[in-house]
DNA sequence: ATAAACTTTTTTGTCGACAATTTCTTGACT
DNA sequence: AGTCAAGAAATTGTCGACAAAAAAGTTTAT
């Protein structure tokens, strides 16, 4: 994957010193290749964990110890302390005090709520960038769906879920709105763990084409198709998930009784 | 707050440690009446900073020296670093690599976009209030409408401005999505800021009644209404700052040349 | 055998100290 | 004067150590 030059990611813009700043681009969390057992900052473990989260290495509901993890990076505690607060302030990792880190489990009231929020959202990010998106954007956007589409061939589904995040992410950043790009991150995280925790794993006929198709529409400036395309898949892949929803209800015998 | 109980399993390590969450509730962030010098959680200190911050005794751009803040509270700097990370994660304040902390002052592009997410958000969450309004809600919107009215009635800007903010806040938390209240908090926070900076003192014609016609909007269970005020008042709001958002790009100079 | 009470171990929370960096001050030079 | 450089002061970044809390393990009594 290409470093791209893009400002984002959840710890703020930096104002007036704007170049300054790492400069390093967080996607989704895609691993990084240097496996680097040793010498760590906080970006590059962020990074590392992330990605274990979102390709479901580190499932739902798994405690995150700060020593354990220290050891792992061979970083100090404090280190890890700030990479899990600002996870958590991503909604990543949920953070229970004198209890721990732990990775999270969204609700499926959670999930309904992602899902009515990109709903707002996304159509008019769709729009926006169908009548703005240039050619090499276009390009990156086929790149991406190509990569999607070679993982779905190869049944690989965590990359799947995780370029499917990032084709949405993209779209957002394009759209040229910082501050809804920032939100949008936040909920194509949270879908990714909603996908992994319900996901029915029958019904799988999601995205399918989708994402090509709206693709095709921006590349035709079509707005009002892009939007009804955005629409429409948002509410597909919401649908996918409904039956594993009420399913999801037997689970929750121990959260009746408490 | 209660306690859950928490089923460990032995081989792997899958909890699922749902909800204990924060739970006291931050609003934007009222003056705590406690003076309170010495002996001070991270909690408080997080509201008076914001405190300070929204009714604009922290002018944007200000600089927070930890040490300072430290002593000003009686905590440790460790503390302050915490509430101040927090801040930066919600966009309140700038965290800049090793030049420290500076209340962030959105600029006019970060202003047009925080508007626009508004105006896509807001609107349906009016209209979805308007839908499940409980006689108890409104009560308690006519409380901070009433509030707002004599704080404008005072002059007093600055309380004008909380209790705007506040306003809309809470709004969005009776909407019944937390996602998005949670999203709207923070452009709310930020509203305020921008509110501060790029205010004209002259055409002070705000939001008025604007409020209180939203408000009986809900009361009669007008949706398409209650949407179509709450659009029109975000443009209303935005619309006057304009002027002054020309006026930004003399104040610009310095960072033209940098 | 079960459950309560106690002890040990693990894990998190907090602080102060030291190193690295930036910012301010002073002084020399053109 | 103005600019630059070196030193001093202030500020941030990082770490390890200790205290507090929770979890696991052990004993004891019923």
Do not use: W
């Amino acid at each position: 994957m290409r470093t791209r030059q893009i400002l984002q990611d959840g710890s703020g813009t930096p104002e007036r010193p704007q170049e300054i700043r790492g400069a390093k681009v967080v996607r989704l969390g895609q691993q990084s290749r240097a496996k680097a057992a040793v010498g760590a900052d906080a970006e590059a473990i962020y990074r590392r964990i992330l990605s274990a989260i979102i390709e479901h290495r580190l499932a739902p509901g798994r405690k995150l110890v700060e020593e354990r993890l220290a050891a792992v990076f061979g970083a100090s505690r404090a280190m890890i302390r700030q990479v899990l607060t600002r996870l958590s302030h991503e909604m990543v990792v949920t953070l229970v005090p004198n209890r721990g880190a732990f990775v999270a489990e969204p609700t499926v009231e959670e999930a309904r709520e992602v899902f009515e929020a990109r709903r707002l959202i996304e159509p008019a990010l769709a729009r926006k960038l169908a009548l703005s998106a240039t050619p090499a954007q276009l390009a990156r956007l086929r790149e991406l769906v190509a990569a999607e589409e070679k993982a779905r061939a190869q049944r690989d589904r965590q990359q799947v879920i995780r370029l499917s995040g990032e084709f949405h992410l993209e779209i957002a950043e394009m759209a040229g709105n910082a501050i809804l790009a920032r939100q949008m991150r936040e909920l194509t995280l949270l879908t990714c763990l909603i996908i992994i925790l319900y996901d029915s794993p029958v019904g799988r006929a999601c995205p399918e084409d989708e994402h090509r198709r709206l693709l095709e529409a921006f590349a035709q400036r079509d707005q009002d198709t892009a939007a009804a395309l955005m629409l429409h898949h948002l509410d597909h892949v919401e649908q996918s998930l409904d039956i594993s929803l009420a399913a999801q209800d037997d689970d929750d015998l121990e959260r009746i009784f408490s």
